[in-house]
């Protein structure tokens, strides 16, 4: 243990090869994250709306407490600074503030957390980390409130359309996006200008903290996960496949506009396309998670004239989601001309994969290894605003934390022990980043 000048919550400096964290803060602020953002089940924390709001104050009155420079931009996301011993760009540590309806207390906000509890280690052990470390709060990035990926760190670099902001709605109330963002303090017309808050070239590196989705770290029994690769996706999320309601018993088979029968058409298609292209060694998962006739109107003697479905397509490689889109495309006229229905797809919405930095990857590998901790490096899944980054230029690498029953939900479980190793290791990199002309320290 070092010596606090306050003598407070001690610095988890424990050996001389440890970086410094202040676990203390975190497990304070997750605590009240779940007390003031709890609903009846799990916590919600709206984009641009009141949870994610509270999240925000909480962290702002934390970061004025450890003496950081506070900023927002026209997106509301939010900047809190050390500054470093040299001049150059920023090490940015950052992830999102929102969750689902009825979520998790760790998905986002402990990568946010993570930020301030290796930034507190530092002021605590009276440490000037080489370079300015900023936490970003990055709003709006669980695509359910608005149906578009990544909203907060797609403001920052000024890459939102008009389209969106008139146009995209909030699934809880309706309200457009531009106007949330104006009501929670920003400035559509800033956005709608196409102004970037960002410019990749003053950002040395993202770094983005987050709990594994997954279920390979439990599986594995290993605390941490070092990301060398995000999934990126298509998605259409309101498809229908639109037939003729007909009497079973009476439609000859040629007669029918049988919405279930050509739906399902398309799922054995997209399941054959998946299954070549995993064979020639793409990355690629597909899913239909939502897949239903309308009970209102479906009945057990009627040809199904309508079923809703929703298409889920990823992979890690740009020209493997090229690929099955076009197949999605084939197969889709191929079935509506087989089976005389139509498919209506509704609107498309897709994010890039992105390939996490080498040498960041490298340094967080050894970051780990220097302080006994043990990490396996593992591909992303899920979509992060670590891919905006990735794609507008920025050395990128995510750390995933062990958690237990995946995310999106209210058993998240993710233990502060190894949320700590993960804040040893981010810590570390800060002190020793793979940049040219830093590290000294
Ligand atoms: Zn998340």
């Known amino acids: 243990m070092t ?94 503030l929102d969750s689902v309806p009825m979520g998790g207390n760790f998905d986002g906000a402990a990568g946010v957390l993570l930020g301030l509890s290796v930034i507190s280690g530092y002021v605590r052990a009276g440490i000037r980390p080489p370079r300015d470390i900023t ?70 590196m993202f770094i983005e903290p987050h709990i594994e989705q997954g279920p390979l770290l439990v599986e594995r029994g290993i605390p941490v996960g070092i990301v060398t690769g995000i999934r990126g996706s298509f998605r259409f999320r309101e498809a229908r496949c639109i037939g003729a309601y007909a009497h079973s018993g009476a439609t000859p088979r040629e007669f029918r506009q049988d919405a279930v029968r050509a739906a399902s058409a398309l799922v054995m298609d997209l399941e054959d396309a998946w299954t070549t292209l995993q ?14 006739t309308d009970p209102t109107e479906a009945a057990f003697s009627k040809i199904a004239g309508r079923l809703n479905f929703s298409l889920d397509v990823r992979s890690q490689e740009p020209e493997t989601l090229k690929r099955m889109q076009a197949i999605t495309a084939d197969a889709v006229a191929r079935v509506e001309a087989r089976y005389n229905i139509r498919f209506e797809l509704g609107r498309l919405t897709d994010s890039t994969p992105a390939k996490m930095d080498e040498a960041i990857v490298a340094a967080l ?49 993710m233990e502060i022990d190894d949320f700590a190793e993960a804040a040893r290791i981010v810590s570390a990199l800060c002190l020793d980043p793979p940049l040219a002309g830093a590290g000294a320290g």
């Not at 709001?53 to 934390?62: L, S």
């Not at 359309?161 to 309706?174: I, M």
């Not at 064979?279 to 239903?292: N, P, R």
């Open 3 to 96: 010596s606090t000048r306050e003598g407070a919550t001690a610095v988890a400096v424990e050996g001389s090869n440890q970086a410094p964290v202040d676990i203390g803060l975190a497990e304070r602020l997750f605590d009240e994250l779940r007390r003031r953002t709890g609903t009846n089940r799990g916590i919600t924390r709206t984009s641009y709306g009141l949870g994610e709001q509270i999240a925000h104050d909480i962290v702002t009155r934390e970061a004025r407490k450890l003496g950081l420079d506070i900023s927002t931009d026209a997106g509301c996301n939010l900047y809190l600074t050390m500054k470093g011993r040299d001049e150059g760009p920023a090490i940015f540590i950052g992830s999102h």
């Open 365 to 413: 590998t050894s970051a780990a290894a220097e302080q006994n901790i043990e990490a396996i490096a593992m591909a992303c899944g899920a979509g992060h605003d670590a891919a905006v980054f990735a794609a507008q230029g920025v050395a990128t690498g995510m750390v995933f934390i062990r958690n237990e029953h995946g995310s999106h939900n209210p058993d998240e479980a």
């Open 279 to 292: 064979q020639e060694g793409a990355d690629l998962v597909v899913t239909f998670g939502q897949f239903s």
């Open 135 to 204: 936490v970003m709060a990055v709003r709006a990035e669980e695509s359910t409130w608005f149906g578009a990926s990544y909203v907060g760190s797609r403001a920052a670099f000024g890459l939102l359309t008009e389209k969106e902001l008139d146009h995209v709605k909030r699934s809880s109330d309706q309200v457009p996006l531009g106007r949330a963002i104006d009501a929670a303090g920003g400035n559509s017309e800033m956005l709608r200008a196409g102004t970037p808050h960002l410019n990749p070239e003053n950002i040395a």
